[in-house]
C-alpha cells in the first residue's frame, strides 16, 4: 500500500492568513492526488484533483502543487468558512489511501 | 446536478452483517466507479472497495475478505455488504462517484453521499 503523510497534523491561523499544507506519498504517485475538505458532522468535499486541477464551484484561493511524491494544498487568503479538516488522498493504485488529516483551525 | 443518497442499517451486534445502499440520482450511472469510504469515530478516511456499472469490483484488501460491493443498474443504485462486523467497524459510511481523469484512465472522487452512521453493540 502507498502510505500518505500530511504535515502539519494541525495549524492555527487567522482571517486572511496564507495556509499551505503539505502531503508526501511513500512511492511516486505522477499526479494522481485528490484533496478533500470536511466540517464536523458532514461529508468531504472534492477541492482538487490531478495535484493541481479545481474541481468544479471551488474557489481559486485554493491551489495545489506537486508532482511525484511531494505534494502541496495552498489556500491564499483563509477565510471563516475554510477552518475545517484537510485529506489528501492518492488514486495511483490500489488500494486508494487518505493521509491523516490537517487541521486547521481560528487562531 | 449528480446527487447520492444512501441508507441502511445503523445499529447492528457483532457477527451481523452490515448492508448499506446508495441511489444515483440526477446523473449517468455507467462510465463511472462508485465507492465506498468509511470514517470511524474521531479518525481518518478509509477506502473500502468500488464497482462499476459492469460489475467489475475492487476491494481493500484488509477488508477484502468480508467486502461485498453489488450492483444495480436498473435502479442506478450500488450497495455494501460487511459480514461478521465488529466494534471497529464502527463508522460514518460514506459512497462516492469516482469520474476517469481525462487523457488516461485513473478515476479520482468527485461527489459524496451524506453519509451514514453505523455503529457496532452488544
Known amino acids: 500500500d502507498i502510505q500518505m503523510t500530511q504535515s502539519p497534523s494541525s495549524l492555527s491561523a487567522s482571517v486572511g492568513d496564507r495556509v499551505t499544507i503539505t502531503c508526501r506519498a511513500s512511492?511516486?504517485?505522477?499526479?494522481?492526488l485528490a484533496w478533500f475538505q470536511q466540517k464536523p458532522g458532514k461529508a468531504p468535499k472534492s477541492l482538487i484533483y490531478a495535484a493541481s486541477s479545481l474541481q468544479s464551484g471551488v474557489p481559486s484561493k485554493f491551489s495545489g502543487s506537486g508532482s511525484g511524491t511531494d505534494f502541496t494544498l495552498t489556500i491564499s487568503s483563509l477565510q471563516p468558512e475554510d477552518f475545517a479538516t484537510y485529506y489528501c488522498q492518492q488514486y495511483n493504485s490500489y488500494p486508494r489511501t487518505f493521509g491523516p488529516g490537517t487541521k486547521v483551525d481560528i487562531k | 446536478q449528480v446527487q447520492l443518497q444512501q441508507w441502511g442499517a445503523g445499529l447492528l451486534k457483532p457477527s451481523e452483517t452490515l448492508s448499506l445502499t446508495c441511489a444515483v440520482y440526477?446523473?449517468?450511472?455507467?462510465?463511472?466507479?462508485w465507492s465506498w469510504i468509511r470514517q470511524p469515530p474521531g479518525k481518518g478516511l478509509e477506502w473500502i472497495g468500488e464497482i462499476n456499472h459492469s460489475g467489475s469490483t475492487n476491494y481493500n484488501p484488509s477488508l477484502k475478505s468480508r467486502v461485498t460491493i453489488s450492483v444495480d443498474t436498473s435502479k442506478n443504485q450500488f450497495s455494501l455488504k460487511l459480514s461478521s462486523v465488529t466494534a471497529a467497524d464502527t463508522a460514518v459510511y460514506y459512497c462516492?462517484?469516482?469520474?476517469?481523469?481525462?487523457?488516461?484512465?485513473?478515476?479520482?472522487?468527485?461527489?459524496w453521499g451524506k453519509g451514514t452512521t453505523v455503529t457496532v453493540s452488544s
Open positions: 512511492q511516486g504517485i505522477s499526479n494522481y
Open positions: 440526477g446523473g449517468s450511472f455507467s462510465g463511472y466507479y
Open positions: 462516492a462517484r469516482a469520474r476517469r481523469q481525462r487523457g488516461n484512465y485513473y478515476y479520482y472522487m468527485d461527489v
